[in-house]
């Protein structure tokens, strides 16, 4: 069986978009000194640096990593899981949805596919909800009665103070536990505005029998956004490449996160107190600002967590989810940079002590994306910084040159990116390029601030009780650190130049 995913039809205004981006690659390149379409020319367009060869080599390497695991070693995988029969199959299925400030539609709409899949996936099933308002409550029972009348599956409510998502996890967590679950019990953990395909649970359940060895599992991710064209686009992006990804880590049974819209999990690891902690009170010992909790990024502590403790990590592409986005601002600009600081100080403060737990541990090639993690914030700036100084030095042509190189580049990047199934536009290429940039500049910020959180759906921000002093040096001292990396990266750039 192949891995059937969906893509979305071309429009009008997709062929309009193209043809726009390709009559403007044509004009840069119109506009360009004919040596630098002259092969034996110092200033030929397509000669590589070693920067330019080891990053597009890699982006090659995931590609052909992210092919094989979708066509051949998946396939494969759920052949032989067809011929283990119901045998894959685990004796109960909890569904923990983790709900806190959600509208009622999104709610109604996530609540409804769960307790469907709760009735319908032929396992016996139990649904907790972790929630907060009392609103939610009289909704999600009136849901129950109205998928489940006949009570095929049981409904446990979890009631908690607004305190955030990794204490409603937690005492989702414990309220699982006190159902003592079977052994080869599975648990799926599912966020409020995530609604979950038909079929799922069938879907997934099966690798932890065929796998004894993987903790958890997460699933491929689709979205509709309710802002502006420019912000759907952009999700639409970011999935595309979190599913590429995902398949190649996936190859090595090491994706590096759990993603906390939908993952699955044996029930007997989040039911272990050790667990639990390491999600509820995750913190980090940082050399410099001190020790600080995790206030975002539960997803990142579940799979340090996991894989701190030996298990592995999966990645099921034909296992669909759909979530509704709620961008934090009206404005991409702002939107985009809000979500790219949570999202990358949640990688980044994983990533500093992931590292520590070496290659044997983690395997040399998931070893060197998380330290790769780290080095292409600034490889990302290398080619724009040396285009902008060799332009103040030798002339325009260079600019534009580059700027050349990166419409053609991206779009090709774009066409790999229609392999994954998800639908690509063209807005694809200049959005990359934006992610690059904006998101290497915001990863070099927050990779000296990791203490700095928030959430975007809720207005909560970590809070330190710390003295004046601390609070003075932690400032002062990451405006040091930022200042004297990007006036090292800028000196190596005029060296080069």
């Not at 909704?139 to 990794?166: A, C, F, N, Q, Y």
């Not at 590429?244 to 880590?249: E, G, L, R, T």
């Not at 701190?308 to 940079?337: C, L, M, N, Q």
């Not at 700027?403 to 991206?410: D, Q, V």
Request: contains cysteine; glycine residues 8%; hydrophobic residues 45%.
């Amino acid at each position: 069986p192949r891995v059937q995913l969906r893509g979305n039809p071309m429009s009008f205004k997709d062929i309009l978009g193209w043809s726009t981006y390709i009559a403007a690659l044509m004009l840069l390149a119109g506009a360009l000194p004919q040596t630098h379409f002259d092969p034996a020319s110092s200033e030929f367009i397509l000669i590589l640096g070693a920067v330019g060869l080891w990053r597009y080599s890699l982006g090659i390497y995931h590609f052909l990593r992210a092919m094989w695991f979708t066509h051949i070693a998946y396939p494969r995988a759920r052949r032989r899981i067809q011929a283990m029969g119901d045998a894959a199959m685990p004796s109960h299925v909890y569904l923990l949805v983790t709900s806190f400030r959600i509208e009622p539609r999104t709610t109604a709409q996530v609540y409804m596919a769960t307790f469907r899949e709760a009735v319908n996936c032929g396992l016996p099933a139990t649904v907790v909800a972790s929630i907060v308002e009392y609103g939610d409550e009289s909704l999600i029972r009136d849901l129950h009665r109205k998928v489940d009348p006949e009570g095929v599956s049981e409904l446990r409510i979890v009631r908690i103070p607004g305190t955030g998502k990794r204490d409603g996890l937690a005492h989702g967590f414990r309220a699982i536990s006190r159902c003592a679950p079977p052994p080869d019990a599975v648990a799926a953990v599912i966020d409020g505005d995530t609604v979950i395909d038909p079929g799922i649970v069938r879907k997934t359940a099966p690798y932890f029998k065929l796998y004894p060895n993987v903790g958890a599992l997460t699933t491929n991710e689709f979205c509709s956004v309710e802002g502006s064209r420019t912000m759907q686009e952009w999700h639409r992006l970011r999935f595309a490449q979190r599913h590429m990804y995902m398949c190649s880590m996936a190859l090595s049974k090491r994706v590096l996160t759990l993603t906390g819209r939908m993952s699955m999990f044996r029930a007997s690891i989040i039911t272990s107190p050790e667990f639990i902690e390491d999600v509820q009170a995750d913190a980090l010992d940082h050399w410099r600002l001190g020790r600080f909790a995790f206030l975002t990024g539960d997803d990142k502590s579940s799979w340090y967590s996991l894989i701190r403790h030996g298990y592995d990590t999966y990645y099921t592409p034909d296992a669909a989810i759909h979530t509704v986005e709620h961008p934090p601002d009206k404005s991409f600009w702002r939107a985009s940079r809000k979500l790219m600081f949570r999202w990358y100080g949640n990688s980044l403060r994983q990533n500093s002590r992931a590292t520590k737990l070496g290659p044997r541990r983690l395997g040399w090639f998931t070893y060197y994306m998380l330290w790769d993690q780290r080095i292409s914030m600034w490889t990302s700036l290398f080619g724009l910084g040396v285009s902008i100084i060799g332009a103040m030095y030798y002339g325009w042509a260079i600019f534009l040159g580059y700027m050349l190189w990166i419409g053609l580049t991206r779009l090709a990047v774009t066409i790999v990116l229609r392999f994954t199934g998800h639908g690509v536009g063209p807005m694809f290429p200049i959005l990359l390029y934006y992610s690059q940039i904006v998101g290497s500049l915001v990863k070099i910020y927050v990779f000296n601030r990791l203490d700095q959180q928030s959430w975007t759906r809720q207005d909560t921000k970590l809070v330190r009780e710390l003295g004046h002093f601390q609070v003075a040096f932690n400032r002062w001292s990451s405006r040091v650190m930022t200042t004297s990396a990007a006036s090292i990266f800028l000196a190596f750039v005029f060296f080069v130049v």
